[in-house]
């Protein structure tokens, strides 16, 4: 067995995974930083530009979701499982599999987008000059969205290796230069058009592009467990459904996930374009602690696998447990700071009081709630290392029943407003969180040991 997957399988879970989420984690926060930056640039277009990226930036958000969390995760898992079996041999066989899902992938979500795009941001909400910047935003991620896909995946073939520092690098550098590109074409700068939004979806797509190019060229040079060789390069019917069979259930939560979003996007939409723009920055806000998560997540997705191919699953479900509760108090901790000083970073994004409060009060009441939050979503990138995606399924479609359900009594039937949306988000949350960690506890892993 290669020293590295041994060192995976043996050493004392916490250090391990501080060690190799740290890396992640650090890049995944700076891109979460683009996230924010984009908000501040978009914010100097004014309420409606806020509005029309609250109704697109969702589809940003299930495409970097999809390729770098589901499917991306079902990747990792599966190389680790194939590595913690011993097989190199299947291990590289299993990265051409991967390329060729994230090409079929993003061509699959931007043929969805032009059958219904339109109609779908007309069906939240958008109307007049939201409608059009939201759809144009939307147009020119997705038709460029193979990259995304392609960095996102490319990402997921390293980690299953278990080296998380590689990828992590490279998403900095491609962040640290995403940031004042965005900036420039957003509002236009040093000979650069103003695109305005439409600015912010064509960063993200050349951002991809240039850093899923240089990670495809260090995994064909790599000295690394596995490389990426030609010779490789042969499909099956197996290896396919060894990736599908966890991207295709676990797809479903990122997907799920995005629809909560969306629903309480349309519900707060009925309350004008400035509650719009509010929850606009809240709920990238909210957003942000996914790549809080990721970093860790990603990398309890790989010890978990190697631990489930190697019948390990003592410590598989201890990796679990204190991964699952350390993504939580990270996440609940930049919740309540957020709470407790809601005015100082909020002003950042919007001078307008309406929009203001929307924003305050979103996170004043979802912010202590990230917990779960992080709680759950970290859990559900460990099951993917379990291939054991039924649970976290079906307390994402929980989810969406109770937010969706709690935000419409409460904000239109019992006519508590806006709050009540936004009380609906944050019991979602924590039923999120509790069944997947019920699942967890009650041995929902156990049947992956053959």
């Known amino acids: 067995m290669d020293p590295r997957t041994k060192h995976m399988l043996t050493a004392p879970p916490l250090p391990l995974l501080v060690r190799m989420a740290t890396p992640s984690t650090l890049a995944f926060f700076v891109q979460g930083i683009v996230s924010l930056a984009e908000v501040w640039f978009i914010g100097r277009l004014g309420s409606i530009s806020l509005a029309a990226i ?145 600015g912010a979806a064509v960063s993200a797509v050349i951002s991809g592009l240039l850093v899923s190019i240089v990670m495809l060229r260090r995994l064909s040079k790599s000295d690394g467990i596995i490389r990426l060789r030609l010779s490789a390069m042969s499909f099956s019917k197996e ?16 997907i799920l996930t995005i629809a909560t979003v969306l629903m309480l996007t349309a519900f707060v939409g009925r309350f004008g374009e400035a509650a719009l723009a509010g929850y606009g920055i809240g709920s990238r806000i909210e957003f942000l602690i996914i790549p809080l998560v990721f970093g860790l997540g990603s990398s309890m997705t790989s010890l978990v696998g190697m631990g489930i191919g190697a019948g390990d699953i003592q410590r598989a479900e201890r990796v679990g447990w204190i991964g699952g509760l350390s993504a939580g108090v990270i996440a609940g901790v930049v919740g309540i700071v957020l709470a407790i000083f809601p005015d100082g970073w909020i002003a950042l994004f919007t001078q307008d009081p309406l929009v203001h409060t929307s924003a305050k009060d979103f996170i004043q009441i979802a912010g202590p709630c990230f917990f779960f939050q992080g709680l759950g979503l970290s859990l559900y990138f460990a099951s ?15 989810r969406i029943a109770v937010a969706g359900c709690v935000s419409f009594s409460l904000g239109f039937i019992f006519d508590v407003g806006l709050t009540g949306i936004y009380y609906g988000a944050a019991l979602g949350m924590i039923s999120y969180a509790i069944i997947i960690a019920g699942a967890l506890k009650f041995g929902a892993w156990r049947p992956s040991i053959k």
């Open 239 to 254: 290896n396919f459904e060894d990736i599908l069979q966890v991207a295709l259930p676990a797809s479903l939560s990122p």
């Open 384 to 398: 993917q290392g379990a291939n054991a995606m039924l649970w976290p399924v079906l307390a994402t479609i929980l």
């Open 54 to 198: 609250a109704l697109s930036f969702p589809l940003l958000m299930l495409t970097q979701t999809l390729s770098g969390g589901a499917i991306g995760g079902a990747v990792a898992s599966a190389i680790a499982r194939a590595l913690g079996a011993g097989d190199v041999t299947r291990a590289e066989s299993l990265v051409w599999h991967a390329l060729a899902i994230a090409i079929m992938g993003a061509l699959i979500l931007f043929a969805i987008f032009l059958i219904g795009g339109e109609a779908f941001i007309t069906l939240l909400g958008g109307r007049g000059e939201v409608l059009e910047q939201s759809y144009s935003y939307a147009l020119a991620l997705l038709s460029g969205g193979v990259f995304i896909w392609m960095l996102g995946i490319t990402s997921a073939i390293f980690r299953g290796m278990g080296n998380m520092q590689y990828p992590a690098l490279a998403i900095m550098l491609g962040s640290i230069f995403q940031i004042p590109l965005s900036g420039c074409l957003i509002l236009g700068a040093y000979g650069l058009p103003q695109l305005g939004i439409v």
